[in-house]
């Protein structure tokens, strides 16, 4: 028998509650009883956003779909766009814009570093050309937090527009989209939604429909103005995920029960007590200063193969973490814990590290890092 702990920045654990809603059998999409469901889910996601005034649809895709809406709604061909890059999502903004013809200028940081608002500023004021910048208010690739708060007056500064991927903000990190004005901000449902992959959401505020009338960039499927059309009449333009729409409702219920503020403090507290845990085990956190609560990345230690320590774990034990992306691969570790986590998912997580690190012929003080995150966790 194993049992299967899932420890990654999406997919993220599913509440049994989510599970059996979408596992009933599947209604029509052309129903009252549908555009029932449909409607509340919609505004239940103003809730989850944080807004009155922006509208949000509901696109069956993963999470890179919204991305990809947003470059083709929001831009023309040849216009410029600043790109807000510290590490493998940022860089996938830059990669659509591209594809799009959409010329690009690029903030860069380290990666495990945050991109300085000041940079932004003062590129904003290099390129007053710039339309909109392209932002990615938590970088799961390094575990990194950016401030969008800060990032959006500087940007309302200029004129442009602001496109949020918080595809791991949402539902963890307080993000109210009317207060920080933002005008696009998207998320998927496999990260703090607790849903299986292949929703996106994505948020659009009042002053983003200019660009979107204006926008000439190739769109069909992903098209806001259809779109908006027909979740007026409580509907989707096309065949949408019946079951997991269906599925976000009662995940959505349970958030709203949970209160959207108590969801960002449960995350907070949570991380806050796995990086306890982490350098208790004598181990080195990799964003330092900027970690999100979406995950903690950790350095591998010196001598630990880190990619066959991720691999026994996830097969043997049946726990799983992931690596680093791209050039940060072998070098980190991530531990995920969003969406359905709770105190005693961390206490199994950092179990787990002690168990595989130790495993590995690293050596390792049992127990030194639970004690660490029940102690964290009693005094918060
Ligand atoms: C997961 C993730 C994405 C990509 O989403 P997919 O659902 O894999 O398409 C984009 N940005 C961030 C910050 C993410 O964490």
């Not at 995920?241 to 960002?264: F, Y």
């Not at 956190?285 to 900027?290: M, Q, T, V, Y």
């Not at 990345?297 to 799983?320: C, M, N, Y």
């Amino acid at each position: 028998m194993k049992k299967n702990y899932l420890f990654t920045p999406g997919p993220t654990q599913v509440p049994p509650e989510v599970l059996l809603a979408e596992a009933q059998p599947a209604i029509h999409h052309r129903t009252p009883q549908f555009s029932r469901i449909f409607k509340e889910l919609s505004e239940d996601l103003k809730y989850l956003f944080q807004t009155e005034k922006g509208e949000v649809f509901t696109l069956s895709s993963s999470g890179t779909g919204g991305m990809e809406a947003c470059v083709a709604n929001m831009m023309s061909k040849g216009e410029k766009a600043l790109v807000l890059s510290a590490g493998k999502f940022g860089e996938r903004w830059a990669e659509l814009c591209s594809v799009f013809g959409v010329e690009t200028v690029i903030a860069k940081a380290e990666y495990g570093d945050a991109i300085d608002p000041a940079d932004v500023e003062s590129i904003l004021n290099q390129h007053k050309d710039i339309k909109a910048v392209f932002a990615t208010q938590s970088e799961t690739s390094t575990g990194v937090l950016h401030n969008i708060e800060k990032i959006a007056k500087i940007v309302k500064g200029y004129g442009a527009l602001l496109i949020v991927d918080s595809i791991t903000g949402i539902g963890i990190h307080r993000f109210p989209f009317d207060e920080w004005g933002v005008d696009v901000a998207v998320t998927g449902s496999q990260k703090g939604c607790m849903l299986p992959p292949g929703l996106a959401f994505v948020c659009v505020s009042p002053n983003a429909w200019d660009a979107v009338e204006a926008s000439d960039l190739p769109k069909y499927y992903w098209d806001f103005k259809k779109m908006r059309k027909s979740l007026k009449d409580d509907t989707t333009a096309f065949t949408p995920s019946v079951s997991l729409i269906v599925a976000m409702k009662k995940a959505l219920d349970m958030i709203k029960e949970e209160g959207i503020t108590n969801v960002w403090k449960r995350h907070e507290r949570l991380a806050s007590a796995t990086r306890e845990g982490v350098k208790a085990l004598g181990l080195e956190l990799f964003a330092g200063a900027n970690s999100s609560n979406v995950v903690t990345s950790v350095k591998a230690p010196e001598g630990v193969e880190i990619g066959a320590v991720i691999k026994k774990l996830r097969d043997e034990h049946g726990v799983t973490f992931t690596g680093g992306q791209g050039s940060m691969k072998g070098q980190i570790f991530r531990i995920g814990h969003i969406g359905y986590i709770d105190e005693f998912d961390i206490i199994t997580a950092i179990a787990a590290i002690e168990k595989g690190l130790s495993e590995a012929g690293h050596t390792i003080d049992f127990g030194k890092g639970i004690t660490a995150v029940q102690r964290a966790l009693a005094n918060s």
